[in-house]
């Protein structure tokens, strides 16, 4: 064999390994020394999501959020998305999230309607939403980027935000953050009275809804987390809530949410969705807690649409402060 073809075959070798070695460190997500930013770009994890396992990058760079929950999640553990979804009653963002944040985001559409268009001009690396948000979306998402997706959202806020850390590569973060929410509960806890106190006063959430009957919240729902958290009694009537989500009225039968403590918000307009005329009536009038004077109106995105940890530390604050003030 000519030198020049030794040359050549030696040459090859040396290409065809460092091809091996680059798919190999492609493959791992323990990739993180010699390469800097680049290998930890190319590194990836596998992710178990509500659609199976999925690979994700180690350190994900452009990340897509399609509902206020994954929105919440990111920004909390310091993750800046390059889009996100917003309300379909409400332009922008949820105002109670960083401004400094949220004005650096794309509007890639409306929750539950994001546009596909819009999404892969972002070029994101990772797209995080739910099945019950883009279920039927997901073969289209995942063309655009890897993307990951929980159940459901509300309820499982806590669990969704696990998947969200593992997502992001931020585990680490993530536990500091629910240490500080379990330390956060204790003080509100202890804030309005203890344990004791906190059990024996029942609380009920009236949310008042435009084109829909009114809705008193039961158990299995983020505002139901935050009151089991804080050990908070709870009515008769949220026991009969569907699916434990709610127990749906009428104004004539508003009497039903009776309760020590009523919080309450409004989706859309308050006349319209019939805030304005019930809270005007004599049943809500004779309502236990609106004789006492401990009904309270609060933001409904920050309240309802908030789902995550930056959401939950404003509102244990906001309920210290009415409860204990």
Request: net charge neutral; proline share 4%; glycine share 10%.
């Amino acid at each position: 064999m000519s030198s020049a073809l030794r040359r050549r075959g030696i040459t090859l070798g040396a290409l065809a390994l460092t091809g091996a070695l680059a798919l190999t460190a492609c493959g791992s997500s323990d990739s993180d020394s010699g390469g800097g930013d680049r290998a930890d770009a190319a590194a990836t994890h596998t992710v178990k999501t509500a659609m199976g396992d999925v690979k994700v990058p180690v350190t994900p760079k452009r990340v897509v959020v399609l509902d206020t929950g994954e929105l919440d999640s990111a920004l909390t553990l310091g993750v800046q998305p390059v889009g996100a979804t917003h309300s379909a009653t409400e332009d922008g963002f949820p105002a109670y999230l960083p401004a400094e944040k949220t004005k650096k985001l794309t509007e890639v559409g409306e929750i539950a309607n994001p546009n596909m268009e819009t999404v892969a001009s972002l070029k994101p690396d990772l797209i995080l939403t739910s099945k019950v948000r883009d279920g039927d979306r997901y073969e289209q998402l995942s063309a655009i980027a890897p993307t990951v997706m929980t159940e459901s959202t509300g309820t499982a806020w806590k669990e969704n935000f696990q998947v969200h850390a593992e997502a992001l590569g931020k585990q680490p973060e993530a536990k500091k953050i629910v240490a500080a929410y379990d330390a956060h509960v204790a003080k509100v806890t202890a804030a309005i009275g203890g344990k004791e106190k906190a059990a024996a006063t029942d609380v009920n959430f009236v949310r008042f809804v435009e084109g829909a009957d009114i809705r008193i919240y039961g158990k299995q729902n983020y505002i139901g987390s935050f009151l089991a958290d804080l050990g908070m009694g709870r009515p008769a009537i949220t026991d009969k809530a569907k699916d434990g989500f709610s127990y749906d009225v009428s104004p004539e039968k508003i009497d039903l949410a009776d309760a020590d403590v009523v919080f309450t918000s409004t989706y859309g307009d308050p006349d319209k969705a019939g805030a304005t005329k019930t809270m005007k009536s004599g049943l809500w009038k004779g309502l236990t807690a609106s004789k006492n004077g401990k009904v309270f109106k609060v933001d409904d995105r920050l309240w309802i649409a908030g789902i995550g940890y930056t959401a939950a530390g404003q509102i244990l604050d906001e309920f210290q402060t009415k409860l204990a003030g």
